[in-house]
């Protein structure tokens, strides 16, 4: 079975700052790896994956993410933080192959919250 | 080039009352996916579709929950006799080929949320 653990539920951060929100994976296989952000009532827009290459992974909005396979992680990251930044961010994975490999596991969510 | 829709965004029913939930991929893809969301949760899968044809429902509880998506027309999310603990935001995904043959993501709709009073 494959899981995802965001250790945070809540990351506050002052404008301007570097932020970083955690993820680890589980998963048999070789991952692919996903950030969503979530503004409220609102869906999921998505950021950015890691499915191969290189292990530092650029998406929307200046986001970026580094794959780890040796920590099992893929930890979001921004150099400078944005008021317009906070939102609930998912980390999701799923297998490259074999039953059930379309299925997206996701964490249960870390509050970003960037302080003016 | 739409995305996926979803309609409503916001549904009340009564207990006991039958909400139905439906998701129009986008144009070109002929597979949907359902997520289901509780509060203070991430997202859960529910159900892979494709037309005419349920291909994993894995995630679906075993009563009152069924789902289809026919040839023509949007997907449904049916939830018969509903309860409090059925409130939630359910979101749509959709993707043009079998996401585990190569395709990598899919593309989320705003989701619906339930509530039961």
């Known amino acids: 079975a494959q899981s995802v653990a965001q250790p945070e539920d809540q990351v506050n951060v002052a404008e301007g700052n570097p932020l970083t929100v955690k993820c680890t994976y589980s998963?048999?296989?070789?991952?692919?790896l996903f950030w969503y952000v979530q503004y409220p009532n609102r869906g999921l827009q998505f950021l950015l994956k890691y499915i191969t290459g290189d292990n530092l992974v650029k998406g929307s909005y200046g986001f970026e993410a580094e794959f780890n396979k040796s920590q099992t992680s893929f930890h979001l990251k921004k150099p400078s933080a944005l008021v317009s930044d906070s939102a609930l961010y998912f980390c999701?994975?799923?297998?490259?192959?074999?039953?059930?490999?379309?299925?997206?596991?996701f964490g249960k969510g870390t509050k970003l919250s960037v302080i003016p | 080039n739409a995305g996926v829709m979803q309609n409503p965004r916001h549904l009340v029913r009564r207990r006991g009352q039958e909400a139905r939930l439906r998701c129009s991929p986008m144009k070109g893809h002929s597979h949907v996916y359902w997520y289901r969301q509780l509060p203070e949760e991430g997202l859960k899968f529910m159900v892979y579709?494709?037309?005419?044809?349920?291909?994993?429902e894995s995630g679906m509880p075993k009563e009152r929950f069924s789902a289809e998506f026919p040839k023509e027309g949007p997907s449904i999310l049916r939830i018969q006799q509903v309860v409090r603990g059925d409130s939630a935001a359910y979101f749509c995904?959709?993707?043009?080929?079998?996401?585990?043959?190569?395709?990598?993501?899919?593309?989320f709709g705003s989701g619906t949320r339930l509530t039961v009073v």
């Open positions: 999701a994975v799923r297998a490259n192959s074999g039953a059930g490999s379309y299925q997206l596991t």
């Open positions: 995904a959709s993707s043009p080929v079998p996401t585990h043959k190569g395709y990598y993501g899919y593309t």
């Open positions: 579709l494709q037309k005419e044809n349920i291909i994993d």
């Open positions: 998963v048999s296989g070789n991952p692919y």
